[in-house]
């Protein structure tokens, strides 16, 4: 039997389905009747499917809105407008990633920060780079790296983190407070206002990307855990840059600039210190991720080696070299943290920056690689 199931939250449930019924619905494509689909059935399996079990799935598929029609469009039409009235972003993760309780989940970061190393910093710290799975999995990395931020008093944090949904924006910019069990993260009028009124940036806010996503979400318990004052945020979830990554755009043009120069503009304006966090993931290999070769002690190690030229650009803080280092390898090994460090780093020009920590999760089949980064001015 297959699952079919949808992280955007648009259907209410999964729905379980046998190998022909997923052939009839991938035969629903538009361009075929039922009497096209009745007879390619006819031709792979040998059996005749009456019209009116079709009908029965049609309309099975329907209420799960996995057609594309006016039910469908209807229900996100509804949810969107629900999601855009709300002035919270509620948490999405929240009993699934991590407890729902809010002393439930004091005891797990407690837990899981209770061993982490004291550390010293001498200079001022403006940025990290933390991974943006989950906790359990990335534990090692989120341990060395968040511990840094009971360093810094920044009363605001802007977070970049990777939208894993379709967006046909660079940038996502969410002006909602954000609610997690321990309290609930504000945006502040003042920044909001800015934003809104910066000729660029108001063209780049689309809130409806960040209602599920979870690279931001699971950064902002940590923030909440290892902060010591109280702060403000500003979310930013990244698109995709595979046009630049295969050469349809340059790196260069003024869309990247335009938007790095605008949030500083907003930000100057603004004028509260700032600390930048970047929830980023780095390789994405193995079977899961669609490779067809063995997950080895080789191509771990290869990957790793890799992941060292990207991390080496990383403590220059060059996002030029960073952004070469993944096109030249024609981003083979889905860097998925590629825009929100790309961003950093630019946001991050002037400043040095330590590697602090590097782990690769494996299970057998597949891995994914994460580091933590640290920046000063």
Sequence with gaps: MIVISDTEGIMENSLVVSKD???IISLMDGSR?????????????????????????????????LLFNENYRSRCADLKMEYEKSPVRK???????????????????????????????????AAIIAPHIDYTRGMKVYQQVYP???????????????????????????????????????????????????NVLRN?????????????????PLIQFNMLNDFEILPILTGSMHEYVEGMRDIRD???????????????????????????????????FGDPYPLDSFSLARSKTKDEEILACIRKV???????VIKGEK????????????????LMEGCTADIVSYDQWADGKSSVSFAGAVFYK
Excluded at 265 to 280: F, H, M, R, S, W
Excluded at 318 to 324: I, K
Excluded at 331 to 346: E, Q, S
Aim: net charge negative; with cysteine; charged share 25%.
């Design 91 to 125: 948490p999405a993760l929240a009993g699934r990633s991590y407890p729902a309780n809010r002393m439930d989940l004091l005891m797990t970061l407690d837990e899981m920060f209770k061993a982490a190393p004291e550390r010293e910093i001498q200079e001022e710290m």
């Design 204 to 220: 780049y806010v689309n809130e409806w990307p960040h209602r599920s996503e979870h690279s931001i979400e699971l950064q902002i």
């Design 21 to 23: 019924i997923l052939f």
């Design 318 to 324: 060059d996002g030029q070299a960073f952004f070469n």
């Design 148 to 198: 840094y931020l009971r360093h810094t008093s920044k009363p605001l944090v802007i977070i970049f983190g990777t939208c894993h949904h379709i967006t046909d924006k660079i940038w996502n910019i969410s002006l909602k407070d954000f609610e997690t069990p321990l309290d609930i993260a504000p945006v502040s009028q003042e920044l909001k206002n800015l934003v809104e009124h910066n």
């Design 254 to 288: 003024d869309t990247l600039t335009g938007l790095a120069d605008n949030l500083r503009e907003v930000l100057n304006a603004y004028g509260k210190p700032y600390l930048i966090i970047a929830g980023a993931d780095l390789a994405h290999i193995g079977a899961q």
């Design 331 to 346: 981003d083979a090994r889905r860097i998925c943290g590629l825009t929100p460090i790309y961003f950093l780093l630019r």
């Design 33 to 65: 009747s039922l009497r096209d689909i009745q007879a390619d059935y006819m031709r792979i399996y040998g059996e005749l499917l009456y019209i009116e079990r079709l009908e029965e799935i049609v309309a099975a598929m329907d209420q799960s809105y």
